[in-house]
């Protein structure tokens, strides 16, 4: 199958409007709505240029799959590319390159935007108050994205992560909800913030959520009555919780920063084994390990020695440490191999 390339501009009112080339792009929602929940195959790559792109209606193309061999990709770029296909050089760099946001945005507003399985996203904006925010099917990717979800409605999220999905250098934050909901999914790198009820909420068991930021939000990473919740290395700040759940399953959780919230760890039952080490207990944390303990079934060990973790600017949104830190060279070594 040849690789078909699709261009999407919406600062553009000429042309033929069909997606061919740059010149002749999809420029209004209602055209694009109708490539991709009638035409869109495996293998199609949607280029789309920076500019705002506000849906006229719900984009339901979950029917349009691409294949673990054949995904469809869409690819954000910057204002007054050319090329066709366009190259790296053009890919819209925000958060990745560290200048000025230059990617394009779905203004889903309460329209839902519902994408198919094996569907990879890289350098999008999605901006939403639907109920499920942006959301994808099977075994989809989310690079270098972010996600807004600003409804005044509680329990919204800014991306709904379909099963095996893989979440990667991506921000999110919703309102009144939560970041994001995983359904079996693998994050990494990740900011969330801002969000009232939750960093992410998993859904069904085997997460990994590995090199987040979570920042001012209820809990961090809410567990529920999942299994195999996997936390390593990640850093929670003016949360109320940093992890949370009712019942608690075997999960690890290395290596964590822990600073400004009520709880750390916080769950009302606990029936499997659990491994906890090395997770920093910062300045205002109410209750480090508030849950409930049975004998032989929980392992914890707050090695690192509590008190202030001295990020470079926490109210700047900079989490890095400082190399006056206590936690410099104190977390558990991730060596391979035998020594």
């Known amino acids: 199958m040849a690789i078909k390339n699709v261009y999407v501009d919406s600062n553009i009112a000429s042309g033929s409007n069909d997606g061919t080339t740059w010149a002749n792009a999809f420029y209004t929602a209602a055209a694009l709505e109708t490539y991709l929940e009638a035409t869109l195959a495996a293998e199609d790559v949607v280029w789309v240029m920076e500019g705002t792109i506000t849906l006229n209606a719900s984009w339901d193309f979950s029917g349009r799959d691409g294949t673990t061999a054949n995904p469809i990709t869409f690819i954000g770029v910057k204002s007054g590319t050319s090329a066709e296909p366009p190259v790296y050089a053009d890919w819209a760099d925000a958060n990745m390159g560290g200048g000025a946001d230059d990617r394009p945005v779905f203004a889903c507003a309460a329209n839902e935007f519902y994408a198919g399985s094996n569907t990879k996203f890289f350098n999008i904006t999605w901006t939403s108050t639907s109920s499920l925010g942006a959301r994808g099917s099977y075994s989809c990717l989310w690079f270098n994205c972010k996600f807004n979800n600003s409804s005044g409605s509680a329990g919204r ?14 921000e999110s934050q919703s309102l009144n909800g939560h970041a994001m909901a995983s359904l079996i999914s693998s994050t990494y790198f990740c900011y969330f913030h801002d969000s009232d009820l939750t960093g992410v909420l998993t859904a069904n068991n085997n997460h990994s959520v590995v090199f987040c930021i979570f920042n001012n939000c ?34 690890v959780y290395i290596n964590n920063i822990i600073d400004t919230v009520t709880d750390g760890f916080k769950w009302t039952t606990q029936t499997d084994l659990n491994f906890l080490w090395n997770n920093h207990e910062g ?13 032989l079934v929980a392992y914890k060990d707050n090695a690192v020695s509590s008190g202030d973790p001295k990020f470079v600017s926490s109210a700047g949104g900079n989490f890095a440490i400082q190399r006056s830190s206590p936690l410099r060279n104190a977390g558990m070594s991730m060596k391979l191999g035998v020594s």
């Open 157 to 170: 999220y800014g991306l709904y992560s379909g099963l095996y999905n893989n979440v990667v250098a991506c």
């Open 218 to 251: 209820g809990s961090g990473v809410n567990c529920s009555d999942d299994y195999k919740v996997n936390v390593i290395n990640c850093t929670f700040y003016n949360c109320v919780t940093a992890v949370s759940g009712t019942t608690s399953y075997g999960g």
């Open 283 to 295: 300045n205002a944390v109410t209750d480090m390990w508030d849950l409930v303990e049975e004998t």
